[in-house]
Protein backbone atom coordinates (compact mmCIF):
# COMPACT_ATOMS: atom_id res chain seq x y z
CA UNK A 1 0.00 0.00 0.00
CA UNK A 2 0.87 3.21 -0.62
CA UNK A 3 1.47 5.65 2.86
CA UNK A 4 3.24 8.76 2.43
CA UNK A 5 5.82 9.27 5.03
CA UNK A 6 4.60 12.17 6.79
CA UNK A 7 1.01 10.08 6.83
CA UNK A 8 3.24 7.08 8.10
CA UNK A 9 4.40 8.93 10.48
CA UNK A 10 0.88 10.42 11.76
CA UNK A 11 -0.22 6.67 11.10
CA UNK A 12 2.22 5.18 13.30
CA UNK A 13 1.79 7.64 16.04
CA UNK A 14 -1.66 7.06 16.10
CA UNK A 15 -1.23 3.09 16.24
CA UNK A 16 0.75 3.22 19.46
CA UNK A 17 -2.32 5.02 21.34
CA UNK A 18 -5.26 2.87 19.65
CA UNK A 19 -3.54 -0.54 19.83
CA UNK A 20 -4.91 -1.13 23.18
CA UNK A 21 -7.59 -2.86 24.39
CA UNK A 22 -10.90 -1.12 25.11
CA UNK A 23 -11.22 -0.47 28.51
CA UNK A 24 -13.97 1.09 30.87
CA UNK A 25 -13.43 0.29 34.33
CA UNK A 26 -11.66 -3.38 34.74
CA UNK A 27 -11.12 -4.99 30.98
CA UNK A 28 -7.84 -6.38 30.66
CA UNK A 29 -5.40 -4.62 28.36
CA UNK A 30 -4.30 -6.82 25.23
CA UNK A 31 -0.49 -6.85 24.45
CA UNK A 32 0.97 -3.32 22.67
CA UNK A 33 2.49 -3.88 19.00
CA UNK A 34 4.59 -0.92 19.40
CA UNK A 35 8.60 -0.95 20.42
CA UNK A 36 8.95 0.49 23.91
CA UNK A 37 11.67 0.60 26.10
CA UNK A 38 9.26 0.78 29.06
CA UNK A 39 6.28 -0.39 29.61
CA UNK A 40 3.41 1.71 28.08
CA UNK A 41 0.62 2.65 30.13
CA UNK A 42 -2.41 1.22 29.99
CA UNK A 43 -5.49 3.58 28.34
CA UNK A 44 -8.94 3.06 29.70
CA UNK A 45 -12.06 4.68 28.02
CA UNK A 46 -13.47 7.64 29.90
CA UNK A 47 -16.58 9.41 28.56
CA UNK A 48 -17.72 12.74 28.73
CA UNK A 49 -19.23 15.74 27.78
CA UNK A 50 -17.18 18.86 26.65
CA UNK A 51 -20.61 21.15 26.12
CA UNK A 52 -23.20 21.91 28.53
CA UNK A 53 -25.23 24.91 30.35
CA UNK A 54 -26.01 25.85 33.75
CA UNK A 55 -27.82 29.05 35.47
CA UNK A 56 -25.00 31.09 35.47
CA UNK A 57 -26.35 31.46 31.31
CA UNK A 58 -29.63 30.12 29.73
CA UNK A 59 -29.51 26.71 31.70
CA UNK A 60 -32.66 25.56 34.32
CA UNK A 61 -29.78 24.47 37.15
CA UNK A 62 -27.33 24.92 38.95
CA UNK A 63 -23.72 23.90 38.47
CA UNK A 64 -24.08 21.71 41.24
CA UNK A 65 -27.43 19.84 39.97
CA UNK A 66 -26.01 19.90 36.45
CA UNK A 67 -22.33 18.15 37.66
CA UNK A 68 -24.95 15.76 40.02
CA UNK A 69 -26.90 14.48 36.71
CA UNK A 70 -23.57 13.85 34.69
CA UNK A 71 -22.06 12.41 37.84
CA UNK A 72 -25.16 10.01 38.73
CA UNK A 73 -25.51 9.02 34.71
CA UNK A 74 -22.32 6.74 34.34
CA UNK A 75 -19.48 10.06 32.65
CA UNK A 76 -16.36 10.60 33.48
CA UNK A 77 -16.11 14.04 33.08
CA UNK A 78 -17.83 17.29 32.33
CA UNK A 79 -17.53 20.56 30.62
CA UNK A 80 -19.06 23.37 31.91
CA UNK A 81 -19.43 25.73 29.05
CA UNK A 82 -21.54 28.78 29.81
CA UNK A 83 -22.28 31.61 27.27
CA UNK A 84 -19.20 34.14 27.95
CA UNK A 85 -19.15 32.99 31.37
CA UNK A 86 -16.14 30.64 33.28
CA UNK A 87 -18.04 28.85 35.94
CA UNK A 88 -15.27 28.03 38.67
CA UNK A 89 -14.93 24.34 39.23
CA UNK A 90 -12.46 24.45 42.44
CA UNK A 91 -15.66 23.88 44.79
CA UNK A 92 -17.54 21.08 42.65
CA UNK A 93 -14.46 19.30 42.25
CA UNK A 94 -13.94 19.49 46.44
CA UNK A 95 -17.43 17.98 46.46
CA UNK A 96 -17.77 15.68 43.52
CA UNK A 97 -14.57 14.74 42.12
CA UNK A 98 -13.34 11.06 42.76
CA UNK A 99 -9.83 9.38 41.71
CA UNK A 100 -10.05 8.08 37.94
CA UNK A 101 -13.88 8.37 38.58
CA UNK A 102 -15.27 11.64 37.68
CA UNK A 103 -13.75 15.26 37.02
CA UNK A 104 -15.00 18.84 35.94
CA UNK A 105 -13.57 20.82 33.56
CA UNK A 106 -14.13 24.72 32.97
CA UNK A 107 -15.11 26.00 30.26
CA UNK A 108 -16.59 28.35 28.24
CA UNK A 109 -19.11 28.74 25.20
CA UNK A 110 -17.67 31.76 23.35
CA UNK A 111 -20.96 33.64 22.25
CA UNK A 112 -20.45 35.54 18.61
CA UNK A 113 -22.06 36.06 15.73
CA UNK A 114 -21.58 37.23 12.36
CA UNK A 115 -24.49 39.61 11.28
CA UNK A 116 -27.53 36.99 12.24
CA UNK A 117 -25.31 34.11 12.06
CA UNK A 118 -24.84 32.55 15.64
CA UNK A 119 -21.10 31.94 15.96
CA UNK A 120 -20.11 29.90 19.02
CA UNK A 121 -16.47 28.51 19.82
CA UNK A 122 -16.07 26.50 23.03
CA UNK A 123 -13.17 27.20 25.07
CA UNK A 124 -12.08 23.95 27.17
CA UNK A 125 -10.24 24.50 29.99
CA UNK A 126 -9.61 28.22 29.32
CA UNK A 127 -7.32 29.98 31.92
CA UNK A 128 -9.78 33.21 32.11
CA UNK A 129 -12.65 33.78 30.02
CA UNK A 130 -12.44 34.78 26.65
CA UNK A 131 -14.57 37.95 25.36
CA UNK A 132 -16.61 37.38 22.03
CA UNK A 133 -13.87 38.90 19.18
CA UNK A 134 -16.20 40.10 16.26
CA UNK A 135 -14.78 40.09 12.64
CA UNK A 136 -15.86 40.72 9.07
CA UNK A 137 -16.78 37.44 8.38
CA UNK A 138 -18.06 34.05 9.29
CA UNK A 139 -14.63 32.72 9.40
CA UNK A 140 -12.90 35.40 10.85
CA UNK A 141 -15.03 35.45 13.91
CA UNK A 142 -14.25 31.96 13.66
CA UNK A 143 -10.93 32.13 13.58
CA UNK A 144 -10.45 35.26 15.56
CA UNK A 145 -12.29 33.47 18.67
CA UNK A 146 -10.36 30.11 18.26
CA UNK A 147 -6.91 32.24 18.77
CA UNK A 148 -8.85 34.10 21.38
CA UNK A 149 -8.62 30.56 23.05
CA UNK A 150 -5.81 29.42 22.58
CA UNK A 151 -3.93 32.46 23.93
CA UNK A 152 -5.78 31.59 27.60
CA UNK A 153 -4.38 28.07 27.01
CA UNK A 154 -7.41 26.39 26.34
CA UNK A 155 -8.44 23.72 23.30
CA UNK A 156 -11.32 25.08 21.28
CA UNK A 157 -13.94 23.64 19.35
CA UNK A 158 -16.60 24.96 16.71
CA UNK A 159 -20.00 24.52 17.67
CA UNK A 160 -23.11 23.46 16.25
CA UNK A 161 -22.34 24.29 12.65
CA UNK A 162 -25.90 24.18 11.03
CA UNK A 163 -27.61 25.96 13.88
CA UNK A 164 -29.68 28.82 12.42
CA UNK A 165 -27.42 27.19 9.15
CA UNK A 166 -24.71 29.76 10.03
CA UNK A 167 -21.02 27.54 9.22
CA UNK A 168 -21.02 26.40 5.88
CA UNK A 169 -18.10 23.11 5.21
CA UNK A 170 -16.42 26.06 2.77
CA UNK A 171 -15.98 27.98 6.02
CA UNK A 172 -15.34 25.48 8.26
CA UNK A 173 -11.85 24.53 6.12
CA UNK A 174 -10.57 27.49 6.12
CA UNK A 175 -10.70 27.57 10.00
CA UNK A 176 -6.69 26.95 11.54
CA UNK A 177 -5.57 25.75 14.82
CA UNK A 178 -8.34 23.91 15.48
CA UNK A 179 -9.13 20.32 15.87
CA UNK A 180 -12.79 19.44 16.83
CA UNK A 181 -16.13 20.46 15.80
CA UNK A 182 -19.51 19.26 16.60
CA UNK A 183 -21.02 16.66 14.30
CA UNK A 184 -23.72 16.08 16.56
CA UNK A 185 -25.11 18.89 18.78
CA UNK A 186 -28.06 17.48 21.47
CA UNK A 187 -29.75 20.70 21.00
CA UNK A 188 -32.92 20.47 19.84
CA UNK A 189 -32.46 23.18 16.71
CA UNK A 190 -29.26 21.89 15.88
CA UNK A 191 -30.03 20.24 12.58
CA UNK A 192 -27.44 18.10 12.56
CA UNK A 193 -28.94 15.98 9.67
CA UNK A 194 -29.19 19.24 6.93
CA UNK A 195 -32.40 19.55 5.29
CA UNK A 196 -34.03 21.63 2.45
CA UNK A 197 -30.89 21.36 0.48
CA UNK A 198 -28.52 22.21 3.51
CA UNK A 199 -26.02 18.97 3.99
CA UNK A 200 -26.08 17.01 7.12
CA UNK A 201 -22.91 17.84 9.33
CA UNK A 202 -21.56 14.48 8.48
CA UNK A 203 -21.51 15.58 4.70
CA UNK A 204 -19.75 18.55 6.05
CA UNK A 205 -17.66 16.36 7.85
CA UNK A 206 -16.48 14.28 4.76
CA UNK A 207 -16.33 17.36 2.54
CA UNK A 208 -13.34 19.16 4.68
CA UNK A 209 -11.71 15.94 4.96
CA UNK A 210 -11.60 15.26 1.39
CA UNK A 211 -10.34 18.55 1.17
CA UNK A 212 -7.31 17.45 3.37
CA UNK A 213 -8.43 19.01 6.01
CA UNK A 214 -8.02 16.99 9.45
CA UNK A 215 -10.94 17.62 11.93
CA UNK A 216 -12.54 14.85 14.38
CA UNK A 217 -16.12 14.48 14.84
CA UNK A 218 -17.49 15.22 18.49
CA UNK A 219 -20.87 14.73 19.75
CA UNK A 220 -22.45 16.98 22.73
CA UNK A 221 -25.02 17.55 24.84
CA UNK A 222 -25.56 21.48 24.41
CA UNK A 223 -27.76 20.67 27.76
CA UNK A 224 -29.81 23.14 28.88
CA UNK A 225 -32.98 21.81 30.39
CA UNK A 226 -32.70 19.40 33.08
CA UNK A 227 -36.21 19.81 34.81
CA UNK A 228 -38.09 18.70 31.60
CA UNK A 229 -37.25 15.44 30.60
CA UNK A 230 -40.62 14.77 28.99
CA UNK A 231 -39.99 17.93 26.72
CA UNK A 232 -38.53 16.60 23.34
CA UNK A 233 -38.49 20.21 22.65
CA UNK A 234 -35.99 21.37 24.90
CA UNK A 235 -32.15 20.85 25.15
CA UNK A 236 -31.40 18.09 27.64
CA UNK A 237 -28.50 15.87 28.99
CA UNK A 238 -27.62 12.56 27.96
CA UNK A 239 -28.04 12.97 24.27
CA UNK A 240 -24.12 12.83 22.99
CA UNK A 241 -20.77 12.45 24.76
CA UNK A 242 -17.38 11.38 23.37
CA UNK A 243 -15.29 8.78 25.19
CA UNK A 244 -11.57 9.40 25.15
CA UNK A 245 -8.82 7.01 25.78
CA UNK A 246 -5.84 8.30 27.89
CA UNK A 247 -4.16 6.64 30.28
CA UNK A 248 -5.29 8.60 33.33
CA UNK A 249 -8.56 10.80 34.11
CA UNK A 250 -6.85 13.93 34.23
CA UNK A 251 -7.72 17.38 32.31
CA UNK A 252 -4.31 17.59 30.39
CA UNK A 253 -4.67 13.80 29.18
CA UNK A 254 -8.24 13.95 28.07
CA UNK A 255 -7.76 17.31 26.31
CA UNK A 256 -4.92 16.17 24.58
CA UNK A 257 -6.42 12.79 24.02
CA UNK A 258 -9.06 14.74 21.68
CA UNK A 259 -6.74 16.96 20.07
CA UNK A 260 -4.80 13.82 18.42
CA UNK A 261 -8.39 12.02 17.60
CA UNK A 262 -7.73 9.36 20.69
CA UNK A 263 -11.53 9.00 21.22
CA UNK A 264 -14.72 8.04 19.57
CA UNK A 265 -18.22 10.07 19.27
CA UNK A 266 -21.45 8.48 20.41
CA UNK A 267 -25.29 8.99 20.59
CA UNK A 268 -25.91 5.61 22.49
CA UNK A 269 -23.44 3.00 20.91
CA UNK A 270 -20.61 1.71 23.14
CA UNK A 271 -17.52 0.44 21.56
CA UNK A 272 -15.46 -2.78 23.66
CA UNK A 273 -12.37 -2.09 21.23
CA UNK A 274 -11.48 0.03 18.45
CA UNK A 275 -8.10 -0.99 17.20
CA UNK A 276 -5.55 0.78 14.03
CA UNK A 277 -2.95 -1.10 12.61
CA UNK A 278 -0.92 -0.25 10.03
CA UNK A 279 -3.05 -2.95 7.78
CA UNK A 280 -6.73 -2.49 8.87
CA UNK A 281 -9.12 -1.45 11.82
CA UNK A 282 -11.02 -3.45 13.84
CA UNK A 283 -14.26 -2.07 15.66
CA UNK A 284 -15.75 -4.37 18.25
CA UNK A 285 -19.15 -3.13 19.72
CA UNK A 286 -19.90 -4.11 23.18
CA UNK A 287 -23.80 -5.12 21.98
CA UNK A 288 -27.44 -4.41 23.91
CA UNK A 289 -29.00 -7.18 24.36
CA UNK A 290 -31.22 -7.77 20.87
CA UNK A 291 -30.11 -4.48 19.38
CA UNK A 292 -28.65 -5.32 15.99
CA UNK A 293 -25.86 -3.35 14.34
CA UNK A 294 -24.28 -2.52 11.32
CA UNK A 295 -20.92 -0.83 10.48
CA UNK A 296 -19.86 1.77 7.96
CA UNK A 297 -16.59 2.36 6.92
CA UNK A 298 -16.28 5.48 5.12
CA UNK A 299 -13.51 7.41 2.87
CA UNK A 300 -13.25 10.23 0.11
CA UNK A 301 -16.03 11.91 -0.37
CA UNK A 302 -18.29 10.25 2.19
CA UNK A 303 -18.24 6.87 -0.15
CA UNK A 304 -19.35 3.83 1.85
CA UNK A 305 -16.10 1.49 1.52
CA UNK A 306 -17.26 -1.45 3.25
CA UNK A 307 -20.50 -2.60 5.60
CA UNK A 308 -20.35 -4.96 7.91
CA UNK A 309 -22.55 -7.14 10.50
CA UNK A 310 -20.09 -8.74 11.86
CA UNK A 311 -18.53 -7.90 15.26
CA UNK A 312 -15.54 -7.39 15.49
CA UNK A 313 -16.15 -5.69 12.17
CA UNK A 314 -12.56 -5.31 10.35
CA UNK A 315 -12.05 -3.33 7.02
CA UNK A 316 -8.55 -3.58 5.18
CA UNK A 317 -6.69 -0.93 3.81
CA UNK A 318 -6.30 -0.68 0.48
CA UNK A 319 -3.34 1.96 0.48
CA UNK A 320 -5.72 4.64 -1.54
CA UNK A 321 -8.91 5.75 0.17
CA UNK A 322 -7.11 8.67 0.95
CA UNK A 323 -8.75 8.56 4.80
CA UNK A 324 -11.53 5.83 6.29
CA UNK A 325 -13.44 6.31 9.44
CA UNK A 326 -16.45 4.45 10.75
CA UNK A 327 -19.54 4.62 12.06
CA UNK A 328 -21.64 1.99 13.76
CA UNK A 329 -25.20 2.32 13.37
CA UNK A 330 -27.90 0.66 15.57
CA UNK A 331 -31.30 -0.64 15.28
CA UNK A 332 -32.67 2.13 17.32
CA UNK A 333 -31.00 4.66 15.55
CA UNK A 334 -28.04 5.35 17.84
CA UNK A 335 -24.71 5.51 16.44
CA UNK A 336 -20.77 6.00 16.98
CA UNK A 337 -18.26 7.63 14.77
CA UNK A 338 -14.33 6.73 15.06
CA UNK A 339 -12.09 9.09 13.78
CA UNK A 340 -10.18 9.14 10.47
CA UNK A 341 -7.53 7.86 9.67
CA UNK A 342 -5.22 9.16 7.15
CA UNK A 343 -3.87 6.95 4.46
CA UNK A 344 -3.05 9.82 1.99
CA UNK A 345 -3.38 13.42 2.22
CA UNK A 346 -3.21 16.11 -0.56
CA UNK A 347 -2.56 18.99 1.36
ZN1 LIG B 1 -24.17 27.52 21.04
ZN1 LIG C 1 -24.29 25.81 24.03
Redesign the pocket.
Known sequence: MTIRTSTLRLLLAGLSLLALFAAVAGDPPTQQPMAAESKPPRLNWYKGNT???TLN?DGDSTPDEVVRWYRENGYNFLVL???NFVTSVDGLNALHAADEKFIVIKGE?V?DKFGSKPI?V?GLNVERKVEPQGGNSVVEVLQRNVDAVRAVSGVPHI??PNYEWAITADELKQVQNNKLFEIY?G?HRANNLGGGGAPGLEEVWDVILSNGKLLYGIA?D?A?TFKQPWNKNS?RPGRGWVVVRTDRLSTTAILDALERGDFYASTGVELADYQTTEKDITITIKPERSTKYRVLFIGQSGRVLKEAITNPAVYQFLGNEMYVRAKIIDSNGDAAWTQPVWLKRDK
Open positions: HTHSTDHETHNNHNHVDHA
